[in-house]
C-alpha cells in the first residue's frame, strides 16, 4: 500500500496517534479494514489513533500493535511505536502502573484484609461450646439407655478394692471374693449409725461368720440379717436408740446388730426370711391386726 499512497511528510508537532489517523484516512481506509487486515482490535486502533493511553494494554503488546500498525500503512512502524511509547510515559503521572495485571486488577483487592476474613469468635468460646455439646450429649445418652455412670464407678471402685484385698490379703480375701461371686448383685445397707452393710446371703452358701468379725460377734450378741422376699418398710430402733424407718425391695438384704435390745417392725407380713446369730429365725406373726414386729432378746425363743 505504500506504493499507492506514498508516505506524508511527518509534522513532529502532530502525536505519533493523529499521524497514524491521518494516514489511514489519506488512503481511505476504514478503521474496520485496517482491523480485519492486521487482526487489531477496532477498540485498540480507536485507542492509539486518539492516543487514549488509559485504554490500552501494557507497554509489551502496544509495541507489537503499533509496529504493525505503522508497516501496514507504509511507515517504520517500529519507529513510530517508539514514538507513541515516549508520549505514554510523558503523560503518565508516574503513580499509575503500566503493567496490564496491576491495570485490572484494582489495588484494595489485593489487601491482605480481603484475602481472609478476621474471627470474630474466641477460642474460649469455642472451647465451651465444644464441652456444653459433649455434656448434653452425654446426658442424653444417659437418659436414653437409662444408665448410671456413678453406679457404675462406684461397682468398679468396689471391684479394684476387691483385687486390691486379694492381692494383700491372702487366702481371707479369696474366700471373701469367692463368697462374693455365690451372693445376689441387690444388696443395701441399713439406715442408721447403729447397722452395719454387710453382703447379700443366700442360704447355704455364706454364713453370718463371713458378714460379721470375731470381734464383733463379741461385741454384739444380736445379729439379725433379713432378706427380703417382697417390698417392705421397715422401722428398727437398736440399742433403744430412736427409730429409724426405711424401705427395702424384693431381693435386698440388711443386718443389723445390737448389744442388749433390737426391735424391729415390719409393715408387711412375711415379707422377709430372717436369720439370728447364723440361725433361722421364724418371721413374726402380725397379732390383733398390728404390723409384725420382733423384740430381741425377749422374743427370740417365741419365733423360733
Known sequence: MSDKHPSPERNMEVSPGHYL????????????????????????????????????????FVRGLVTLYGNYL??????????????RKKHSTGSRPQNLAMKTIPPSTLAPKKLAEPSHIS?????????????????????????????????????????IQKMFGGDEAQQQQTAGQNTPTNTDTGGGEDTISGGSPQAGVRTESDIFSADEQAEYPYRLTAHFIEDCTVTVSVDGTEPIKKRYTSGQTEHWQARQELKITFDTPKSATLSLNDAPLSFPISEDGRPPSLLLPDDVFDHQ
Open 74 to 87: 507504509g511507515i517504520d512502524g517500529r519507529k513510530i511505536a517508539a514514538e507513541l511509547l515516549a508520549e
Open 21 to 60: 489517523l491521518k494516514l489511514r484516512r489519506e488512503k481511505q481506509l476504514s478503521v474496520e479494514e485496517v482491523s480485519e487486515a492486521t487482526k487489531i482490535s477496532i477498540k485498540n486502533i480507536r485507542a492509539i489513533e486518539q492516543a487514549s493511553f488509559d485504554l490500552l494494554p501494557a507497554d509489551t
Open 123 to 163: 477460642s474460649a468460646t469455642v472451647a465451651l461450646l465444644l464441652f456444653a455439646a459433649i455434656v448434653i450429649s452425654f446426658t442424653g445418652f444417659c437418659l436414653y439407655t437409662s444408665w448410671n455412670p456413678f453406679a457404675f464407678l462406684s461397682k468398679q471402685t468396689s471391684s479394684m478394692q476387691v483385687s
